[in-house]
């Protein structure tokens, strides 16, 4: 059972949040706030555009920041050890209706399902976890009930 704080990412997801955290915080909020600043030495700030967007972009700016800084402090890298058990950071190859398919299960952070990487809080992915080769597994999706069975974990 995994914690439901926990944000798995690979150690390049990790690096690439705190890159734009960092980016947010030096370069683009004091930017904002200095646009904000003269925006409102223009005068009548009720009919400022230029101010109330720059308000709306800097509460934008600061949200992101909180939420950037949540996503790091309670990021796990994920290493894959080479078990022969489905986790964060296996690579699977499975086959189902005859089709096979590969997989590598990342935290929800990375998933883009499209290129084959799909999130272990999906039911697919959740459904791989611990799970071992040679297994089979039904699992209900939006497209109806589906049957896998695990080819190869790497």
């Known amino acids: 059972m995994t ?4 944000q798995y990412m690979s150690q390049d997801k990790l690096d690439e949040l705190e890159k ?4 947010l915080k030096s370069e683009k909020i004091p930017t904002i706030a200095k646009r904000i600043d003269e925006a409102r030495q223009l005068g009548d700030l009720s009919e ?3 101010y109330h967007s720059a308000r709306d972009e800097m509460a934008w700016a600061q949200s992101r920041v ?3 800084q949540r996503l790091i402090d309670d990021a796990e890298v994920i290493t894959n050890t080479g078990s022969k058990t489905v986790q964060i950071g296996s690579t699977i190859r499975v086959k189902s209706n005859k089709i096979e398919k590969e997989y ?6 990375e998933a883009d399902p499209l290129s084959g990487k799909i999130s272990n ?4 992915g959740s ?3 611990g799970k071992n080769k040679g297994d089979k597994i ?3 999706l939006p497209a109806g009930v589906q049957d896998y069975k695990i080819l190869e974990v790497k």
């Open 138 to 140: 039904q699992i209900t």
């Open 121 to 124: 809080e999906s039911p697919l």
């Open 104 to 109: 590598t299960i990342v935290g929800a952070q």
């Open 20 to 23: 734009e955290y960092r980016d």
């Open 127 to 129: 459904a791989f976890i």
């Open 3 to 6: 914690d439901e704080k926990t």
């Open 66 to 68: 909180k939420e950037l």
């Open 48 to 50: 400022n555009a230029e």
